[in-house]
């Protein structure tokens, strides 16, 4: 036992708390049967087969119909839907895009493989997007900007659109984290002009790997199309696609176990939702200062953060709360390499990358003092009275 937790006598609970995979804890036989019509089909492949079932064109529309959007199209991964959105909108050398300095690596990683430049703004005390210090980032050169919906949690998009529309700049939403998540009563994903998702494993719905874009333009749509997938040009006869494109196609399987895990999106979602009203509403009165939600309806519901005054109470707090067998974890350590914070881009992009000192400063400041606790779906009631108690335990002892 963790000598904190020796000092703060028995932990609050004996076991670790529930696993954060929410889709992947939802798999049953509904996808089980779904991936066994495909594999009986012998039709792995979306556009023919033996015997086609079209579960990716099926897929694609009931995707696009659940985000209220006119387009969809599923491609291989997150980063390959952010790949895909920016060809699709035309990004490549000598375009600047603004990139939050706190997204995970892909969203800058993918600017720089069209051969533009990722500009890495501020985040503010919602740890999204700062709006403000977006308008600082503008130049001449800046094509789009990417909000990136972070741990669930809806981006300022009000400001973000005014903005972007006043300068003439594309707006690209990187949802891989907050699929299913609203910013006043708007599907995330569906604001901008495109829209990214991931299906990786530790997304709210998964297929392992997958990704999706959603768009309501078409001629972004017919690029996004054809960026994704090499042998477009012929696909469809009289029809050649603007751009070069390479694949990233969507394969049956995947599409069926999607169209399963969309089925339990809402349900997954207002779990979660519910599950993180119960835990803020318990540590209510120790006046932690919780995370700037700026709209805590449209919030997935995936975690609880909060600050503490400085990096080092925050990193005691993370600490004590493992101890009593919270998983908890601060988002920034100077000793953690970790892919999420712009910090540790610096190995990979630091010579495509555009960036300047106080905006890093200011992000890994925040971040540092940010604890981060899950809120799975499965979080049983005793959970949640656990995680309170822990909190209130961990907080009294240490603040
Ligand atoms: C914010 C963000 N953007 C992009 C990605 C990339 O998605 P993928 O891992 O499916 O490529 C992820 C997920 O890993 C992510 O969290």
Redesign the pocket.
Known sequence: MDELALRGGKPVRDKPLPPMYPGAMFIDEDEEESVLEVLRSKSLFRYYGPNLLGKVDEFERRFAEYMNVRYSLGV???????YVALRAIGVGPGDEVIVPAY??I??PAVVAAVGATPVVAGIDDSLLLDPEDLEEKITDKTKAVIP???RGSPCDMENIMRIAEEYGLKVVE????ACGGTYKERKLGSIGDIG?F???L??IITSG???AIITNDEEIYKRAVAAHDVAAYYRRPGYIPPLLGLNFRMNEITAAILLEQLKKIDRIISIMRKRKREIIAGIADLGLELKKENDPEGDAGVCVIFYLPNAEKARLVAKALNAENINAHVLYRPDAIDG?ICRYWLPLLDKKLKYDRKTFERALDLLGRAVHIDVSPLLTEEDVETIIKGIRKVTKALL
């Not at 291989?76 to 952010?82: E, F, I, R, V, Y």
């Not at 990187?174 to 984290?177: G, R, V």
């Open positions: 291989t991964s997150g980063t390959a839907a952010l997204t995970w892909s969203t990136v919906h972070m990187d949802t891989a984290q990214a991931s299906f990786q530790n997304k790997e997958g990704g999420h």
